[in-house]
């Protein structure tokens, strides 16, 4: 069984591994400053998670997971969106409560009470971000959806999926009535990088950070061609 620390490395190095280049690793850096850490205590774990045979690690490559190591992380991610998604519809935690509850218990539940906790909920496909939930057997479902800032003006789309924003980014979203599944329109954008001003179900008007924009996973509306 790996450890918990072991555990949250093969999480971060499998999601940064998905948005990686696909003929590239990722790198230990990127590792250390996604975890706020040395680079030489990343080093050592990459050091331990290849002994296990969790990874491969190549100089100037970077690291990769091994298909054992995989398995490992998808489980954490599973067991991390069902809780998430648990916390809200069965204990009304708001959808910026519940990452850092998810990331405790995560490592304390089994795969039994995890299950269970899924058919409770009704089998959901998604934790309350939009985030796919990998199935029993390790597959994840794959979104065709692109970030908001990639849309082009008054054209009307639906957020499906709101990556990896902190509480009070997810405050803000909640504040303003920007969820999941809600219609968006961008009726201006700011040279530079600069904010949105982005229309919410035909009605309100607000402006949205570039780095939160880019957040937010759309797709077109059912209905809309």
Do not use: C, F
Request: hydrophobic letters at 40%; glycine letters at 4%.
């Amino acid at each position: 069984m790996a450890s918990q620390a072991l555990e949250d490395y093969l999480k971060i190095i499998y999601k940064l591994e998905d948005s990686s280049p696909e003929d590239k690793g990722v790198q230990t850096s990127v590792i250390a400053e996604r975890l706020s850490i040395s680079q030489a205590s990343v080093s050592n774990m990459i050091k331990k998670l290849a002994d296990k045979k969790y990874i491969s690690y190549a100089p100037y490559y970077g690291v990769t997971l091994t298909d054992s190591g995989r398995k490992i992380a998808l489980n954490m991610i599973r067991k991390h969106r069902i809780l998430e998604q648990y916390l809200v519809e069965r204990l009304n935690y708001s959808w910026d409560e519940v990452d850092e509850e998810a990331e405790v218990l995560e490592h304390a539940i089994s795969d039994t009470l995890a299950n269970r906790m899924w058919d409770d909920l009704g089998q959901p496909t998604h934790d309350p971000h939009g985030s796919p939930i990998p199935s029993i057997d390790g597959e994840l479902i794959k979104q065709d959806l692109i970030p908001l800032i990639d849309v082009l003006l008054e054209q009307p789309v639906q957020v499906k999926r709101i990556k990896n924003r902190s509480p009070e980014e997810l405050r803000y979203l909640a504040n303003i009535g920007l969820t999941t599944g809600v219609v968006l329109k961008i009726k201006n954008m700011a040279p530079l990088n600069g904010p949105l001003l982005v229309e919410i179900e035909g009605r309100d008007l607000h402006a949205i950070d570039y780095r939160l924009a880019m957040a937010l996973q759309v797709t077109q509306p059912e209905g809309v061609k």
